[in-house]
């Protein structure tokens, strides 16, 4: 896989020098609020029967187009104070009842829960909704949300009238969507699931969502979903798989705070393995529906001790990283990645083929980046293989895709001269990575380097 030159405004990015961990890490670790939980929450918010606010949410890239999106439709949303670190809590006004008929156009920029999720909610203000992205964008699976809108009676077109399978298309709503039984082959995409799911309650006959053809991947964002529509008081019956059964009815109004991200706090997490020292997230939930929870069983299954007190997880990095065989990982694969190039033993991946369609073709793209350190990975039909091997110095490139850029980041930990190009890919998600990244090396208490860092690193 050839990887695109970056730029930004016309310009080449620069490099960024990964800081190498000459000791053990010892740190404690806070990261900003979900992503995937900020975002359901404000498409619910703007469908909701009064104001609803969002207590210590996300500000990202891929939060702020949400907003703006919303926003366009016609939802009001304010920044208010709030008691979190990472920026305020929003207050959000929903959708009017009788929205502008003029047109909006939506920037989708690369961010699959804005491209998925928001063309439902526009069929069901009157007006047309112009939306479109980044040219990654244009690359990413859009065909089961645009003809499942057609289905229901939705009008959605390309910017010359012709049949869209992509990025840019129209959506023209006339403020109600009759619903019903749906079928749809969600396996490129829960988040083809999520879309529909989440907009459900509003439709006149609701909605009785049926998948057909290979598994959905990453069911956990499918059950988060319908947890957080319970939660707003939305009646949401999964019992039959690949059924979902949304009853039509009002979206309660809603005061949530965000939990913290856990996929993204699986970097800092890795950092115990890649460096044999600690990390501690305070916050943990005890419960949640976040697929970061793994990381639990992950980091413990290659080599780490795991424990969770009173809310506060601890990883401990072992005196190896070991491989293993990892399935159903999602979006945690590239994290498990680099820890799987510096493992001592060989690794396979799993039940990921559908990271194909993310943000880049992320299963080409690690196996480039990791062989391009001098590793030994090839792609498998639903996964990869990794193997030992020592890992030089080298650039890996992002690809504009944030977790990309952070498991560059995590090999540079253990493998001297590693560069990253376009590290600020990562305010998609987490804008003040590369702060976060050195004030956890900041907090390093042991002067003692490790005593070697596995087969996997160079020394």
Known sequence: MTAPAATRDGAPVQHWAAPFAS????????????KSLTNRYLVLAALADGPSRLRAPLHSRD???????LRQLGATITEVPGDGAFGPDLEVV????????????????????????????????????????DPHARKRPMGTIIEALKA?????????????????????????????????????????????????????????????????????????????????????DDSVPNHWVVAPGPIRAFDQRIEQDLSNAGP??????????????????????????????????????????????????????????????????????????????????TGIAHLRGHETDRLAALVAEINRLGG???ETDDGLLIRPARLHAGVVHSYADHRMATAGAILGLAVEGVQVEDIATTAKTMPDFPELWAG??????SEAGPEGRGSGAEN
């Open 23 to 34: 000791r053990p890490v010892d740190a404690t670790v806070t990261v900003p609020g979900s």
């Open 440 to 445: 956890m090396l900041a907090q390093q208490a």
């Open 268 to 349: 800092f997490l890795a950092a115990a393995l890649a460096t044999r020292g600690t990390v501690r997230i305070p916050n943990w939930p005890t419960e949640t529906q976040q697929v970061g929870d793994l990381w639990r069983n992950i980091l413990a299954s290659m080599g780490a001790t795991v424990t969770l007190e009173d809310g506060l997880l601890t990883v401990t990095g072992g005196p190896e990283i070991k491989g293993g065989d990892f399935a159903d990982t999602s979006e945690l694969a590239p994290t498990v990645a680099a820890l799987c190039a510096l493992a001592t033993g060989p690794s396979r991946l």
């Open 94 to 133: 929903p959708l009017p009842a009788a929205a502008a008929p003029s047109a909006t156009r939506i920037d989708c920029g690369l961010a699959g829960t804005v491209m998925r999720f928001v063309p439902p909610l526009a069929a069901l203000r009157s007006g047309t909704s112009v939306f479109d992205g």
């Open 152 to 236: 229901l009676g939705v009008d959605v077109s390309a910017e010359d009238g012709s049949a869209p399978s992509s990025l840019p298309f129209l959506v023209q709503g006339t403020g109600a969507v009759r619903g019903g039984h749906l079928v749809i082959d969600a396996s490129a995409s829960s988040q083809f699931v999520s879309a529909l799911l989440l907009v459900g309650a509003r439709f006149d006959e609701g909605l009785h969502l049926e998948h057909v053809g290979k598994p959905v991947p990453s069911l956990d964002h499918i059950n988060m979903t319908v947890a957080v529509l319970r939660g707003a008081g939305v009646s949401v």
């Open 376 to 378: 030994d990975a090839e």
């Open 63 to 69: 939060s702020a187009l949400m907003v703006d999106a």
